[in-house]
């Protein structure tokens, strides 16, 4: 069943510069459960996808629907509480409240959702497990790595239990080691059930994904699936490197 639904979805900007088509009535479903990664250089398309399927903007033509919601039709209120249901965000900067412990931050989405605080405790607890992070809820980022600050910014994702996991070059600022143990992390997420969609220009986290759909010129240009390379293997022959 289709997740996401996208139908001569279009973006067009109006500039001083003149009309910037930056999506052309693409299609486009991606299924409950799936991985998908999206492609493609700079300015081809994918970063304005990413802002539509999000529900951080709105498409000019076309319609859009996500779990069986049309999102072209909502305002920007019900985009909002849509996003905050629906949707958990991870991004190449992490955003974490530098002066606030990782459950804190893990419970900031909730606080829209009107949660009491010992539910948002809860949440952010069994969140920061999940990811790994048990043993880490009462540290500052600054007292955590990059990838555990990635992992943090994931729990707070995951504390709405969204329908839809969005990384927008989520290891960018990250190692190649820790890029694999963030990406290790999201195909275990995927194989619980959780529906994946990386927005990335590396064909390395590509490998990653069970779907890789590419765009140039705010059109889509190849969609195929492929079987995912692990990232628990990679990280094993990353660490076996390392002994040698």
Same mark, same amino acid.
Do not use: W
């Given at each position: 069943m289709a997740l996401i639904e996208a139908r001569e979805l279009s973006r067009v900007y109006s500039l001083?510069?003149?009309?910037?088509?930056?999506? #052309?009535?693409?299609?486009?479903d991606i299924d409950a459960g799936d991985m998908v990664a999206i492609m493609g250089p700079s300015g081809s398309?994918?970063?304005?996808?990413?802002?539509?399927?999000?529900?951080l903007d709105k498409p000019t033509g076309g319609a859009y629907r996500l779990d069986g919601v049309m999102v072209d039709r909502l305002d920007a209120n019900g985009l909002a509480k849509l996003r905050n249901q629906k949707i958990g965000f991870v991004f190449q900067q992490f955003n974490l409240l530098p002066r606030? #412990?990782?459950? @804190?931050?893990?419970?900031? !989405?909730m606080l829209y959702a009107g949660l009491d605080r010992k539910a948002r405790r809860k949440r952010a607890l069994d969140a920061l497990a999940r990811v790994g992070l048990a043993d880490r809820w009462h540290?500052?980022?600054m007292q955590l790595s990059g990838g555990q600050q990635q992992r943090?910014?994931?729990?707070?994702?995951?504390?709405?239990?969204?329908?839809?996991?969005?990384? #927008?070059?989520? @290891?960018?600022?990250?190692?190649?080691? @820790?890029?694999?143990?963030?990406?290790?992390l999201f195909q275990r997420l995927n194989r619980e059930g959780m529906t994946v969609v990386i927005v990335t220009h590396d064909p390395e986290v590509a490998r990653h994904a069970r779907r890789v759909v590419r765009f140039r010129d705010g059109r889509i240009i190849s969609d %195929?699936? %492929?079987? !995912?390379?692990?990232?628990?293997?990679?990280?094993?022959?990353? %660490?076996?490197?390392?002994?040698a």
């Open positions: 001083d510069a003149g009309r910037v088509v930056a999506l #052309d009535r693409i299609d486009l398309g994918k970063s304005t996808l990413m802002n539509l399927i999000g529900c606030a #412990d990782a459950a @804190t931050n893990a419970e900031l !989405p540290h500052r980022p943090v910014a994931i729990a707070r994702a995951l504390v709405n239990d969204p329908r839809l996991l969005l990384a #927008d070059e989520p @290891t960018g600022a990250l190692d190649s080691k @820790t890029a694999l143990d963030i990406l290790a %195929q699936r %492929q079987e !995912p390379a692990r990232a628990e293997e990679g990280l094993k022959e990353l %660490q076996a490197e390392a002994a």
